[in-house]
């Protein structure tokens, strides 16, 4: 019953939508679909979209509605997303909300559930300063809160960990401040329509996660 559903991770930057959307991803067996990483993966391999968004994203901007949404209805029109997927950090603005619910009306999906993963503005900053990821296998660590066994050094396959190029402060400002402005009214957006559940996220993420997962199945239940 879950699987025709459409699920989005929401919430500011640093509230660990990429860390439970894949977590539920493996879970639930559906893809994690995150248009940060797409557009990360266009700017390293310097595509003329990740050209065009480079600056912007580094800089901590939100990309423009067209490209961001051009590449999140290519990537829902594969087949893996046929029986449900997870969006994480699209839609961030009322103009991609709007596209979306028109592309998943006209892909003859049900309406998507929104999982508002809430955090205190006081640890965002920690939280995304403190980030470190593996460019082998993914996993993201915090060097305040979930700290490497040995420093800067992956625990799965000992590479050395990276930062993401817009986890400066400058860039981390910006993107709090576009979070503020352009993507938290979407709250409101998702409470009118009923679809929005809530979630406290300042808890270690297996905690979260269970809680989403609870939500989820729970969700999906009342409305088979
Ligand atoms: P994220 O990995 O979700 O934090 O996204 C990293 C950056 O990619 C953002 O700061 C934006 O520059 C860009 N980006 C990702 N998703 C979107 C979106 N839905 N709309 C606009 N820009 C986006």
């Known amino acids: 019953?879950?699987?025709?559903?459409?699920?989005?991770?929401?919430?500011?930057?640093?509230?660990?939508?990429?860390?439970?959307?894949?977590?539920?991803?493996?879970?639930?067996?559906?893809?994690?679909?995150?248009?940060?990483?797409?557009?990360?993966?266009?700017?390293?391999?310097?595509?003329?979209?990740?050209?065009?968004?480079?600056?912007?994203?580094?800089?901590?901007?939100?990309?423009?509605?067209?490209?961001?949404?051009?590449?999140?209805?290519?990537?829902?029109?594969?087949?893996?997303?046929?029986?449900?997927?997870?969006?994480?950090?699209?839609?961030?603005?009322?103009?991609?909300?709007?596209?979306?619910?028109?592309?998943?009306?006209?892909?003859?999906?049900?309406?998507?559930?929104?999982?508002?993963?809430?955090?205190?503005?006081?640890?965002?900053?920690?939280?995304?300063?403190?980030?470190?990821t593996c460019p082998i296998c993914g996993t993201i660590y915090n060097i305040y809160f979930e700290p490497p066994r040995v420093d800067e050094v992956c625990d799965i396959d000992g590479a050395a960990l990276t930062v993401r190029a817009d986890d400066g402060e400058a860039a981390i400002r910006q993107r709090l401040d576009s979070y503020e402005m352009m993507t938290r009214p979407l709250l409101d957006y998702y409470k009118v329509r009923q679809q929005l559940v809530e979630v406290e996220g300042d808890r270690a993420p297996a905690e979260v996660a269970s809680d989403i997962s609870e939500l989820v199945s729970r969700e999906m239940a009342s409305t088979a």
Do not use: N, W
């Not at 879950?2 to 894949?22: D, E, N, V, Y």
């Not at 991803?25 to 700017?43: K, Q």
């Not at 049900?110 to 403190?130: F, T, W």
């Open 1 to 132: 019953m879950l699987k025709a559903h459409a699920l989005i991770f929401f919430g500011p930057p640093g509230a660990g939508k990429g860390t439970q959307a894949h977590a539920l991803s493996v879970a639930f067996g559906i893809p994690h679909i995150s248009t940060g990483e797409m557009l990360r993966e266009a700017v390293r391999l310097e595509t003329p979209l990740g050209l065009a968004a480079k600056d912007r994203m580094e800089s901590g901007e939100l990309v423009s509605d067209e490209i961001v949404s051009g590449i999140a209805a290519e990537r829902l029109a594969r087949p893996d997303c046929e029986d449900g997927f997870i969006l994480d950090g699209f839609p961030r603005t009322i103009g991609q909300a709007d596209f979306l619910e028109r592309l998943l009306r006209e892909q003859g999906r049900g309406d998507p559930l929104v999982i508002y993963i809430r955090v205190a503005s006081c640890v965002l900053m920690k939280r995304l300063s403190g980030r470190r």
